[in-house]
């Protein structure tokens, strides 16, 4: 058995069709910004990416670059700019950031009807309580993926490895929404292989290349790889590449996860366009 590989790609142009033609029937158009403190370039690499799909969407963008040394008055002070801008829907912040700076207060800053990325507490709260709301795009898009090839999640029991807040937590939040059973499991997580191997759908989100082997994967499984690491200069997941040998549906690294985290964003955006135009903000 060789697993059926889930494009992220074909997922991600798929929904940017869809988008576009939403886009195209507004009466407004929605406005993303960006904020990136530094030149790591890697957050310059992922801004650029992000702002050239928006743009060819047919979003409104614009990019706050601030220099290494930006101060977190300085950064708060942004950021309560761009709360208070009409026109403006979106707020994402690259993370991450220079050391002298705390991420935490910044994200719980932004307000919660802008937060695109869905990191805001109060945009986390409701996730967990099912409430319609921002959710994390990353997470967001593996559902995508499975409902994209139509692979089911109701009953099945969703083994997620790895508890962070931008992917493990938010996942199971939404697997349970969509009636899965689901464990949430770690790196301290005892007996960790033989649970992963009672999988019908592992979601490896770890951060450890190739840490998800064979010996952990039930045969027929679905294997949805959302680490990233470079290893001797290429890129590589936190799924072994035997694993295809054993499961039956596998997104690859690359290709797979990644695409669908930027084109989510794109969604939420439009989203929270509409959400503020709906409801008064404050």
């Known amino acids: ?33 960006f ?27 614009e990019l706050h670059a601030l220099p290494e040394a930006t101060t977190q008055a300085e950064l708060m002070a942004l950021i309560a700019q761009l709360n208070a801008e009409p026109a403006l829907d979106g707020v994402l912040l690259q993370l991450p950031l220079p050391p002298q700076l705390d991420s935490k207060p910044v994200l719980e800053a932004i307000d919660p009807a802008k937060d695109v990325d869905g ?44 508890r962070s807040n931008l992917v493990g937590k938010p996942a199971a939040a939404l697997f349970l929404g969509r009636h899965a059973t689901v464990t949430l499991a770690h790196s301290r997580t ?13 979601v490896a989100a770890i951060g450890k290349a190739g840490f998800v082997k064979p010996t952990m994967v039930k045969p027929g499984a679905i294997v949805l790889d959302v680490g ?30 990644g695409p669908m985290t930027v084109a989510m964003l794109m ?16």
Request: hydrophobic share 45%; net charge positive.
């Open 1 to 33: 058995m060789s697993a059926v590989l889930l494009s992220g790609h074909e997922v991600a142009e798929a929904l940017a069709a869809e988008l576009a033609a939403e886009l195209a029937t507004l009466p407004f158009i929605p406005k993303l910004a």
């Open 35 to 61: 904020v990136r403190v530094g030149e790591d370039p890697a957050s310059v690499a992922y801004v650029r990416g992000k702002n050239r799909l928006a743009q060819r969407l047919g979003l409104a963008t």
């Open 119 to 162: 990191f805001h507490p109060m945009n986390v709260g409701r996730l967990w309580s099912g409430q319609p709301t921002l959710v994390p795009c990353t997470p967001a898009g593996l559902i995508r993926i499975l409902d994209h090839y139509q692979l089911p999640i109701e009953g099945r029991h969703a083994v997620i490895i790895g």
């Open 190 to 202: 005892r007996g960790l292989e033989g649970l992963a191997r009672q999988a019908d759908i592992l």
């Open 228 to 257: 990233i690491s470079r290893v001797e200069g290429r890129l590589m997941g936190d799924v072994a590449p035997e694993v295809a040998a054993v499961a039956a549906y596998l997104t690859p690294m690359p290709g797979g996860t």
């Open 267 to 282: 969604r939420n955006t439009l989203d929270a366009a509409q959400a503020r135009r709906r409801e008064p903000c404050g």
